[in-house]
């Protein structure tokens, strides 16, 4: 259920997984719950100077599992505030306070000398976002996000940063970093996390498309090159020829190879 006006808008979501069902034509993160959310936004739209608008909003989502009779094992609540500017860049600031209890349990830094969290424990912290986005229009842009906070039963500080340069008319460049450091008290472990992925999109001409993405994780201990051409020989048909290459980056010895063809075809009757 959702309510939009020029200043105000929301939403109301339930949510209801059941154990035993299995999605053949989509990705389900988790089975076997019941959510209920719900977003509020007021918009104030300045007559004059820098900004266009600004936005203030709260979401909050609560999460029970049906096996266990119902038991509420996740709640997640945000405060937060987005500032749009007449030159399209954006900010924002948000305030996060979760509530986690572990079924199962959690090692959190995947370390394997680090002591797990124990299933049945609860754990309540609170962290704070910024982030910062300059105009999509130019020809490059990039998005930086900084997160600060409790993890559990310790700390955690996030860096992302996207990067995007546009070789108009042929060529999208990118790469996006994403570094985690996370600090847990005695024996559950520290861990730094670090994500790149560079990625390279050509544009042929109209219907054949090239583009690859590499991806570099220190925490996986893998590098991983996806490489895909793309040729849309009618609307909305197209014929994929991907490249998958993986490789240990510890030992530099390669996990997993494979060339795959893929064919899709729309039947307009």
Do not use: C
């Not at 509530?99 to 199962?104: A, E, I, K, N």
């Not at 349990?105 to 000398?113: T, W």
């Not at 042929?170 to 560079?198: C, Q, R, W």
């Amino acid at each position: 259920m959702r309510y939009n006006t020029r200043t105000w808008n929301g939403f109301a979501d339930l949510t209801y997984i059941d154990t035993e069902f299995v999605s053949d034509l989509g990705f389900i993160p988790r089975n076997d719950i019941f959510r209920m959310a719900a977003r509020l936004g007021y918009t104030i739209w300045p007559q004059n100077g820098a900004f266009i608008a600004h936005t203030f909003d709260s979401f909050q989502s609560y999460t029970h599992v049906i096996s266990r009779d119902y038991q509420q094992t996740d709640i997640f609540r945000n405060y937060g505030y987005e500032g749009r500017l007449k030159n399209l860049t954006q900010i924002e600031f948000s305030y996060n306070q979760r509530y986690t209890f572990l079924v199962d349990e959690f090692n959190p830094s995947r370390k394997d000398d680090a002591r797990a969290l124990e299933a049945g424990t609860d754990y309540t912290y609170d962290s704070a976002r910024f982030q910062y986005r300059s105009n999509p229009q130019e020809l490059f842009s990039f998005t930086t996000q900084l997160d600060l906070g409790e993890f559990f039963n310790g700390s955690r500080y996030s860096l992302e940063h996207r990067m995007t340069l546009r070789i108009q008319p042929k060529v999208n460049l990118g790469f996006n970093t994403n570094f985690d450091h996370i600090a847990l008290p005695e024996d559950y472990g520290m861990a730094n996390i670090l994500l790149l992925s560079p990625r390279i999109e050509y544009t042929f001409n109209r219907s054949v498309f090239w583009s690859t993405l590499i991806q570099y994780s220190n925490q996986r201990d893998n590098l991983g090159i996806n490489s895909r051409l793309q040729w849309r020989f009618a609307p909305l048909s197209d014929l994929f020829l991907v490249y998958n290459d993986n490789y240990f980056t510890t030992t530099w010895g390669p996990r997993g190879r494979s060339i795959n063809l893929k064919l899709t075809y729309w039947l307009n009757i």
